[in-house]
Structures are given as structure tokens and as C-alpha cells.
């Protein structure tokens, strides 16, 4: 039962840098979504996707781009590294009407 | 619109003796409140969650809050903290009607317990 798989858990880029972080789920969950987690501030929504093909921005959606090809995966790129997007990324998974989300264990991220 | 305030960042409190975790919400709908739990580099867990049955909800490690719609309060409670309780509790309450269940969080509430 492995849940909402995230990789990498730790990574360092430089400014300017692209790269992606990987979400997958095996629950079979419509909805997906990526969150960011700065100290002191909770966790902000990124993007979210009610489904395979389907995304929409959540409150902090710049610098960020996301694509939902199938039901299980749900990556989240960065285009352009910028110091600001040094934070903690959380994936998160939950069913239509449910109430309660799934989260995977979190990306560290470090832009230098 | 939705939101929920976490009245206190930090709560220390000695093993043994109670715990209790204050959060305010706001709400133009009936809310779904949940509160979730996150121990050092982990990931985030569900404690308990109100979705308008009973207003004292039960949640795991011995757990509880109660839903007070007069005074717009979910607060969390446990009678007697354990070391294994410290963490980051976040409060949060389910987004706006509709199908995309967007969940907004409180800051979090950093729980010290000392022996």
C-alpha cells in the first residue's frame, strides 16, 4: 500500500535550473494537488487536478507548471529556479467528496 | 471565504498534564474542519475531522476537538500529553462548496511537551 509516492525527498538547485518533482498515487484518486510548506505559514495550494487532463492554479501558482496525463501521476515543474521557491513541496491525494486527503512525504527543495 | 486561525504558534506543556490547541474558523458555508498532525521531517496526518455529524469528534491518539458554532471554534484537546504528541498540528477547514475539496491551513501550532 504505498500510497502518494514522492521523489525526489531532497534536492539543491541553482537559480535558474529546471526540474521536476514527481508525484504518484496507486489509490486511484481523481483528485490530486501540490502544496508548498514555508515556516510559519501552513501550507499554500499550488495547483490541483479534479482529473486526467484537467488542472487549475491554487493561490500560489507562479513559477510553477503541472500536467495530469493519467489518474496516477501528477508532476509539478519548475521552470526557472528562483530562491523563493526554496520550501517544502507536499503532494496529496483524495476522492471526490472525500473530505480527507492522502499526503505524501515531501520534497525539500533548495534553490542556492 | 474560508480561513482558519491558529491563536497560538507555540504550546508547551509538561507530560502528563492536558493539551489543548486553539483554532478559529471562518466560514460562508457549513464547514468540514479537520485537524492534521505533522512530526519532524515527516509528512502531514489526519488527527480528526468534523463534517457536520456529531460536534465532538473522537480522533486517533486520544485526540478530540469540538465544533462550537457560536463561537466559530474547532479547538483541539487530549487530556494528559505524551512525548510523542510533539509536533505541528495544523488546523484546516475544506475550501469553498463545490468538487475540487481545495483544504485551507491554519500556520500550525508547534507542540513542545516536557518530561
Known amino acids: 500500500n504505498a500510497g502518494v509516492t514522492q521523489t525526489p525527498k531532497f534536492r539543491i538547485l541553482k537559480i535558474g535550473q529546471s526540474m521536476t518533482l514527481q508525484c504518484a498515487q496507486d489509490m486511484n484518486h481523481n483528485y490530486m494537488y501540490w502544496y508548498r510548506q514555508d515556516p510559519g505559514m501552513g501550507l499554500k495550494l499550488i495547483y490541483y487536478?479534479?482529473?486526467?487532463?484537467?488542472?487549475d492554479k491554487g493561490e500560489v501558482p507562479n513559477g510553477y507548471n503541472v500536467s495530469r496525463s493519467t489518474t496516477e501521476d501528477f508532476p509539478l515543474r519548475l521552470e526557472l529556479a528562483a530562491p523563493s521557491q526554496t520550501s517544502v513541496y507536499f503532494c496529496?491525494?483524495?476522492?471526490?467528496?472525500?473530505?480527507?486527503?492522502?499526503f505524501g512525504s515531501g520534497t525539500r527543495l533548495t534553490v542556492v | 471565504a474560508q480561513s482558519v486561525t491558529q491563536l497560538d504558534s507555540h504550546v508547551s506543556v509538561s507530560e502528563g498534564t492536558p493539551v489543548l490547541l486553539r483554532c478559529n474558523y471562518s466560514?460562508?458555508?457549513?464547514?468540514?474542519l479537520f485537524w492534521y498532525v505533522q512530526h519532524p521531517n515527516k509528512g502531514l496526518q489526519l488527527l480528526l475531522k468534523?463534517?457536520?455529524?456529531?460536534?465532538l469528534v473522537k480522533g486517533i491518539n486520544g485526540f478530540e476537538a469540538e465544533f462550537k458554532k457560536s463561537e466559530t471554534s474547532f479547538h483541539l484537546t487530549k487530556p494528559s500529553a505524551h512525548m510523542s504528541d510533539a509536533a505541528e498540528y495544523f488546523c484546516v477547514v475544506s475550501g469553498a462548496g463545490g468538487a475540487t475539496n481545495k483544504l485551507i491551513f491554519g500556520t500550525g501550532t508547534l507542540l513542545a511537551v516536557q518530561p
Open positions: 468534523y463534517t457536520s455529524a456529531a460536534t
Open positions: 487536478s479534479v482529473g486526467a487532463g484537467i488542472t
Open positions: 466560514s460562508s458555508y457549513s464547514p468540514s
Open positions: 496529496a491525494s483524495s476522492l471526490p467528496g472525500s473530505d480527507g486527503y492522502t
